[in-house]
C-alpha cells in the first residue's frame, strides 16, 4: 500500500503525525511533517501488509502528538496506491496422453560363483593371571581449608507496560547497597534509555553517584520527562547536601507514550 500528497501547515511552528491504517488498526511507521506557515511538505508512506483474505478498507490519518491546522492537497487530494505483490494461481489445464510403455530389456544378473572353503582358527591359549600386588598405606588427611570463592554480582530485571499519554513508574532497591542501574524502551519512532552508578545508603538520605538519561526526540513517540532527583554528587569532591525524602531507593521515571498503543520499557540495576 501506498498513500502520498501534500500538507501545508497553516501556522507557523504546527506538525502533524501521519500513518496508514487498515480497519482503524495502525500498519505503517509515523510519519512527521513540520514547516513553517503556507509551505507544502511532501509526503509518501508505503508498507507491505499481508492480511488474509477478505474485505478491507485502508486510511491515511493522524496519530495523536500533532499540533495546529493542516491542509491537505492544495492541488489535489492525497493519493492511495494498491499494489498486489503475487497474484492468483490461474485454472490448471487438462492433462495430456499417456505415451506407449517402451519394451522390458533382458535380466543382466550373472551366475553365482562356488563357496570357499573356511579357514582354520587361530586364536591361542590364555596363560595364567598372575598374582595381585600388596595394598599401599593411606595418606594422612589434610587440615588446611582452601579459601571460599567471591560473590558473583546479583541481577534484577523487569518491565513497565506503559499506557498511551503520560506515564510514572518507578524500581525499588535495596538500602546499604552499591547499585548498577539502567531503564531501555526501544520502539519505532521512539527510544529512551537512563544508566546510573549509585550507592544507597538509608531511606532518607541523599544517594551518591552520578547518571544520565537520554531520549529520541526526532521520532517522539516515546519521550523520557523526568528522571530521579536524589542522586547528589560531584567528581572527586564532597557533598554535604540533603533532600527531603524517605523513600530514597525508590528511583521514579516520567515517560509519555505518544505511540497509539501500550508500549513496554525495560529496567533493571545489578548490586556492585
Not at 505503517?28 to 511538505?41: H, L, R
Not at 558473583?152 to 552499591?178: C, D, E, K, Y
Amino acid at each position: 500500500m501506498i498513500v502520498s500528497g501534500d500538507a501545508n501547515p497553516a501556522s507557523a511552528g504546527a506538525y502533524v503525525l501521519l500513518a496508514l491504517f487498515r480497519d482503524g488498526t495502525q500498519v505503517s511507521a509515523i510519519v512527521q511533517a513540520e514547516q513553517s506557515s503556507n509551505y507544502n511538505v511532501p509526503y509518501c508512506i508505503e508498507v507491505v501488509d499481508t492480511p488474509s483474505a477478505g474485505t478491507y478498507t485502508y486510511t491515511l490519518k493522524t496519530t495523536s502528538g500533532g499540533n495546529g491546522t493542516f491542509n491537505f492537497g492544495e492541488a489535489a487530494g492525497p493519493t492511495i496506491t494498491a499494489i498486489e505483490l503475487a497474484s492468483a494461481l490461474g485454472p490448471t489445464g487438462s492433462t495430456g496422453r499417456t505415451g506407449a510403455t517402451g519394451q522390458a530389456g533382458s535380466s543382466g544378473t550373472g551366475y553365482t560363483g562356488a563357496t570357499g572353503q573356511v579357514g582354520s582358527s587361530g586364536t591361542g591359549f590364555t596363560g595364567a593371571t598372575g598374582p595381585t600386588g600388596a595394598t599401599g598405606s593411606t595418606g594422612a588427611a589434610s587440615t588446611v581449608t582452601g579459601p571460599t570463592g567471591s560473590i558473583g554480582s546479583s541481577r534484577t530485571t523487569g518491565s513497565w507496560t506503559l499506557a498511551t499519554g503520560a506515564n510514572t513508574v518507578s524500581f525499588t532497591v535495596p538500602i546499604n547497597g552499591t547499585y548498577s542501574l539502567w531503564v531501555n524502551g526501544n520502539i519505532p519512532n521512539g527510544i529512551v534509555t537512563y544508566t546510573a552508578t549509585v550507592v544507597v545508603t538509608n531511606t532518607n538520605v541523599p544517594v551518591v553517584g552520578s547518571s544520565y538519561g537520554w531520549y529520541y526526540s526526532a521520532g517522539g513517540a516515546l519521550v523520557l520527562t523526568a528522571i530521579p532527583t536524589q542522586i547528589i554528587g560531584t567528581v572527586n569532591g564532597i557533598s554535604t547536601a540533603t533532600v527531603s525524602t524517605t523513600t530514597a531507593n525508590v528511583f521514579t521515571f516520567g515517560i509519555t507514550n505518544n505511540s497509539v498503543t501500550s508500549q513496554v520499557v525495560n529496567y533493571g540495576y545489578i548490586s556492585l
